[in-house]
């Protein structure tokens, strides 16, 4: 849907480091605070996940190889 596009771009403008105000303004919202609500912060989160998934299989394989 739109709605999904406007979320995701502003995500991916973020995510590169762009201005919220220059993100608030692409997005053609009247408030800053609106923009930020938009930013998913995916990068930071798919960076924790990988992190943990990567500590995990180096303890399994710690015990698979005790």
């Known amino acids: ?5 406007r979320a995701g771009g502003v995500t991916e403008g973020s995510d590169a480091g762009a201005d919220l105000e220059h993100l608030r303004h692409h997005a053609s919202h009247s408030s800053a605070t609106t923009t930020a609500r938009y930013s998913r912060k995916t990068l930071t989160r ?5 992190g943990l998934r990567v500590a995990h299989r180096e303890i399994k394989d710690d015990q698979n190889n005790s």
Request: glycine content about 0%; aromatic content about 0%; overall charge positive.
């Open 1 to 5: 849907m739109n709605r999904d596009s």
């Open 46 to 50: 798919t960076r924790a996940v990988a």
